[in-house]
């Protein structure tokens, strides 16, 4: 994997990274809150050796023989000789080893300095507990240096600094703990990510498709929340980026079917839910706009969808032709206001695989595609019944769908090797429902007439909104807002000035007249010529006629 396959992972599970980071500063908060806080003191001791000689060898001889006491005088400094005395004269609740767990002693190297820390749960008590043991030490470790004839030591013990009242606690550093939180958070966060993305076995990516098949990827249609309110895009939202993406899927079906003969096209998945019915309507429609002779089969005879679709009847269709008694000419059904033609599935019949799978079933396929440039059959999933590839053999080829969200490597796998044991013609596959925004290579778009971008849903909802409002124009004078059009009868809203005019005044406001063409003024009167039909009849205002879908 390259650093933009990681990078892609991290975007596409950020919000479960996210969630670990925020959950682990959380861990980190509340240890640092409920941590008890924790003071420490600190003062330092001097050792030194008393001689009555001052010559230079005898004070480095005593310089080296104090600097190996540092060493043995730090140890002994959470010994029971030391924290006896101070237990007793602070009259502490606690013993000799358990005030050791909070005093530690550390010797400076190649100095006779030791330092002595002490922690305790506030700062006073850390402050005495400190200067009470470094007393203690200064009293009892030189004793052990007294020599048996002698009353005094010559080794000497002296405080130079007295441990101080601490003004914050050093346990816990909130902004430590919380910084170590962030940065274990963040690493979770991307293994998280990394293994996610390596363990998840959904096709979701053209590449996933070339890791599995040589099959070529005819298209790649993106999730679209309004899909499942408006299904067929070609019609619903034509310049639409989904509309765009079938188009383009027609335009590959359409070479492949240049470069060998594919005028039966089988629609089928691997699994149900995967949006197969609505691709095989849309691409249908898709194919039906350049003005070949298209028609849609319902062949899904287990739960049928293109009767709902388009608002078809759905009693009589394809199941009824293997009773005999219609021909395909009588089921076929007219889409309103295009040149689809649909065979709906008809009636459930109680063995759809067989019927087919039969020769009945072959006949009416080859006397469609000898009558139609296309015929787009829809069928049920590979894998769930067979219906799919009993009726694979019969068709020029089959596209196979994958969604992003429910196929997986294996369930696509099955599928492919289901269909190649009978020797079927798989022209190539279709990821749909794919996150386009995790696909940088395929986030594109144009513009034209409306939004075409993949912009989010309240940009193009925005744009559509822009778009109704626009004020209508009249189709002659293009007269703008809020000015009397020709006649004087009536008021046109639009943008596109039209020819200056004479102004008429008001009491607020000036409205500019504006006529789609010059006519001469006539004195009224019972004189005065009418004019012909055919110059009353260019005077008048044009209506608004709606425009087709086509």
Same mark, same amino acid.
């Given at each position: 994997?390259?650093?933009?396959?990681?990078?892609?992972?991290?975007?596409?599970?950020?919000?479960?990274?996210?969630?670990?980071?925020?959950?682990?500063?959380?861990?980190?908060?509340?240890?640092?809150?409920?941590?008890?806080?924790?003071?420490?003191?600190?003062?330092?001791?001097?050792?030194?050796?008393?001689?009555?000689?001052?010559?230079?060898?005898?004070?480095?001889?005593?310089?080296?023989?104090?600097?190996?006491?540092?060493?043995?005088?730090?140890?002994?400094?959470?010994?029971?000789?030391?924290?006896?005395?101070?237990?007793?004269?602070? *009259?502490?609740?606690?013993?000799?080893?358990?005030?050791?767990?909070?005093?530690?002693?550390?010797?400076?190297?190649?100095?006779?300095?030791?330092?002595?820390?002490?922690?305790?749960?506030?700062?006073?008590? @850390?402050?005495?507990?400190?200067?009470?043991?470094?007393?203690?030490?200064?009293?009892?470790?030189?004793?052990?240096?007294?020599?048996?004839?002698? *009353?005094?030591?010559?080794?000497?013990?002296?405080?130079?600094?007295?441990?101080?009242?601490?003004?914050?606690?050093?346990?816990?550093?909130?902004?430590?703990?919380?910084?170590?939180?962030?940065?274990?958070?963040?690493?979770?966060?991307?293994?998280?990510?990394?293994?996610?993305?390596?363990?998840?076995?959904?096709?979701?990516?053209? *590449?996933?498709?070339?890791?599995?098949?040589?099959?070529?990827?005819?298209?790649?249609?993106?999730?679209?929340?309004?899909?499942?309110?408006?299904?067929?895009?070609?019609?619903?939202?034509?310049?639409?980026?989904?509309?765009?993406?079938?188009?383009?899927?027609?335009?590959?079906?359409?070479?492949?079917? @240049?470069?060998?003969?594919?005028?039966?096209?089988?629609?089928?998945?691997?699994?149900?839910?995967?949006?197969?019915?609505?691709?095989?309507?849309?691409?249908?429609?898709?194919?039906?706009?350049?003005?070949?002779?298209?028609?849609?089969?319902?062949?899904?005879?287990?739960?049928?969808?293109?009767?709902?679709?388009?608002?078809?009847?759905?009693?009589?269709?394809?199941?009824?032709?293997?009773?005999?008694?219609?021909?395909?000419?009588?089921?076929?059904?007219?889409?309103?206001?295009?040149?689809?033609?649909?065979?709906?599935?008809?009636?459930?019949?109680?063995?759809?695989?067989?019927?087919?799978?039969?020769?009945?079933?072959?006949?009416?396929?080859?006397?469609?595609?000898?009558?139609?440039?296309?015929?787009?059959?829809?069928?049920?999933?590979?894998?769930?019944?067979?219906?799919?590839?009993?009726?694979?053999?019969?068709?020029?080829?089959?596209?196979?769908? @994958?969604?992003?969200?429910?196929?997986?490597?294996?369930?696509?796998?099955?599928?492919?090797?289901?269909?190649?044991?009978?020797?079927?013609?798989?022209?190539?596959?279709?990821?749909?429902?794919?996150?386009?925004?995790?696909?940088?290579?395929?986030?594109?778009?144009?513009?034209?007439?409306?939004?075409?971008?993949?912009?989010?849903?309240?940009?193009?909802?925005?744009?559509?909104?822009?778009?109704?409002?626009?004020?209508?124009?009249?189709?002659?004078?293009?007269?703008?807002?809020?000015?009397?059009?020709?006649?004087?009868?009536?008021?046109?809203?639009?943008?596109?000035?039209?020819?200056?005019?004479?102004?008429?005044?008001?009491?607020?406001?000036?409205?500019?007249?504006?006529?789609?063409?010059?006519?001469?003024?006539?004195?009224?009167?019972?004189?005065?010529?009418?004019?012909?039909?055919?110059?009353?009849?260019?005077?008048?205002?044009?209506?608004?006629?709606?425009?087709?879908?086509?």
């Amino acid at each position: 994997m390259e650093l933009a396959d990681y990078l892609r992972l991290l975007k596409r599970y950020w919000s479960g990274a996210l969630m670990i980071v925020l959950a682990s500063n959380l861990v980190a908060g509340l240890y640092a809150a409920f941590t008890p806080p924790t003071y420490e003191s600190t003062s330092q001791l001097y050792v030194s050796l008393q001689t009555q000689d001052g010559s230079a060898s005898t004070l480095l001889q005593g310089s080296n023989y104090t600097q190996d006491l540092v060493a043995a005088f730090a140890d002994l400094a959470t010994s029971p000789l030391v924290l006896d005395p101070v237990v007793a004269e602070l *009259d502490l609740e606690t013993s000799a080893s358990g005030l050791a767990r909070s005093v530690s002693a550390s010797a400076k190297l190649n100095t006779p300095l030791i330092n002595l820390t002490v922690s305790a749960p506030t700062a006073d008590e @850390a402050a005495i507990l400190s200067n009470a043991v470094a007393q203690s030490m200064a009293a009892v470790l030189p004793e052990l240096q007294r020599p048996l004839d002698s *009353d005094i030591s010559p080794v000497r013990i002296t405080m130079t600094r007295a441990g101080q009242v601490p003004s914050s606690p050093t346990e816990p550093n909130v902004k430590l703990t919380l910084a170590v939180g962030l940065l274990v958070g963040v690493g979770l966060g991307i293994t998280y990510a990394i293994l996610r993305g390596v363990l998840d076995n959904k096709v979701r990516s053209i *590449d996933d498709v070339e890791h599995i098949t040589d099959k070529p990827v005819l298209g790649v249609v993106s999730i679209d929340k309004g899909a499942p309110s408006a299904p067929l895009a070609i019609i619903d939202a034509p310049h639409s980026p989904r509309s765009e993406e079938m188009r383009r899927l027609r335009t590959n079906v359409q070479f492949i079917a @240049a470069t060998g003969r594919a005028r039966t096209i089988l629609v089928t998945s691997s699994l149900p839910a995967e949006g197969k019915s609505t691709t095989a309507a849309n691409l249908a429609l898709a194919l039906a706009d350049t003005g070949q002779r298209v028609l849609l089969v319902d062949a899904d005879l287990r739960k049928p969808r293109v009767a709902k679709l388009f608002g078809l009847e759905g009693s009589v269709g394809l199941s009824t032709l293997f009773t005999g008694r219609v021909k395909a000419a009588d089921c076929i059904q007219v889409v309103a206001g295009t040149s689809l033609e649909v065979i709906t599935s008809g009636q459930i019949p109680p063995n759809p695989s067989e019927l087919l799978g039969s020769n009945q079933m072959q006949e009416v396929l080859a006397e469609l595609s000898y009558e139609y440039d296309f015929v787009v059959v829809d069928s049920a999933p590979v894998l769930p019944v067979t219906d799919a590839v009993a009726l694979s053999p019969f068709v020029d080829g089959v596209v196979l769908l @994958a969604s992003a969200t429910i196929s997986t490597r294996s369930t696509l796998e099955h599928s492919l090797d289901a269909l190649e044991q009978v020797d079927t013609r798989i022209l190539g596959l279709v990821l749909n429902q794919v996150n386009i925004k995790e696909q940088s290579a395929y986030a594109h778009g144009y513009g034209y007439g409306e939004l075409q971008t993949l912009a989010s849903p309240r940009r193009r909802y925005r744009a559509e909104l822009a778009q109704r409002r626009r004020p209508r124009m009249h189709r002659r004078c293009s007269a703008p807002a809020r000015v009397t059009c020709c006649a004087g009868s009536r008021s046109w809203q639009g943008r596109t000035p039209g020819p200056p005019g004479r102004t008429r005044s008001s009491r607020s406001t000036a409205r500019r007249v504006r006529r789609c063409r010059p006519r001469p003024r006539q004195a009224p009167g019972r004189g005065a010529r009418r004019r012909p039909v055919e110059a009353r009849l260019l005077d008048r205002p044009w209506p608004r006629r709606p425009i087709s879908r086509r």
